[in-house]
């Protein structure tokens, strides 16, 4: 905050900083992002989308700082935390249910917290995630491609829980998946990018870099290749 707040002496005219200096200094973070997002150009199912992901990704690190903080005996900023992380929660499931009224795409939404699902391993709440993803995208490279990541992670599940025999049936599994996805689509680098993955994880590199290869050869242009 004070580096930013000494950019913005330097920079008196920069909207921007201005407005990142509001929502640190702001005693409550989600409407000082609102109104962030108020003074940009913005669709008005841009900004649904952009506040309920905030809120929903704010909501997860704030619940995850809660814990850490009454760990470590902080009780009254543990308490702030969850005090926050629930506003937030409250106003995503708000912004989502403005998207719904209004016909629009939660899929970006629901990709987002996909990912957070793997991140924490939740294996149940990423599949009925996927489920929700198979009801609003005809994808199918996308959806394909989720349900690989699910079988890795699963994979990570049993390894940690020293169950070898589920760990190599998990792995053979997402191993055929991304095998007969390049065989089926070819000629997207989202196919290659997810058969490299696997090959990384088994830990034949050489593999993995043929692949990732073949994924950059398809879209140079991308930043994930």
Not at 54 to 64: G, M, S, V
Not at 199 to 217: I, T
């Amino acid at each position: 905050l004070a580096m930013l707040k000494k950019a913005l002496e330097l920079n008196p005219e920069s909207d921007v900083i201005r407005q990142r200096v509001a929502l640190l200094e702001s005693a409550n973070p989600i409407d000082a992002y609102i109104s962030y997002l108020e003074g940009q150009e913005l669709t008005d199912a841009e900004r649904n989308s952009q506040i309920a992901i905030h809120c929903f990704d704010l909501a997860r690190r704030k619940h995850i700082q809660a814990t850490m903080l009454e760990r470590s005996g902080f009780t009254k900023r543990a308490k702030e935390a969850t005090e926050l992380a629930t506003l937030a929660e409250a106003k995503s499931e708000e912004y989502q249910e403005l998207i719904r009224q209004e016909g629009g795409d939660l899929t970006t939404l629901t990709l987002v917290k996909f990912e957070k699902a793997l991140q924490d391993k939740l294996i149940e709440e990423a599949n009925a995630l996927l489920e929700e993803l198979s009801a609003t995208t005809n994808d199918k490279v996308l959806l394909r491609t989720k349900k690989i990541r699910i079988a890795l992670v699963e994979a990570l599940v049993a390894k940690d829980a020293d169950q070898e025999g589920v760990y190599k049936a998990k792995m053979d599994s997402a191993l055929v998946q991304a095998q007969s996805l390049t065989n089926d689509v070819p000629y997207t680098d989202e196919s290659w990018k997810a058969l490299g993955i696997v090959y990384q994880q088994l830990g034949m590199l050489k593999e993995a870099v043929d692949a990732v290869g073949e994924a950059y050869r398809i879209d140079s242009e991308s930043t994930e290749n």
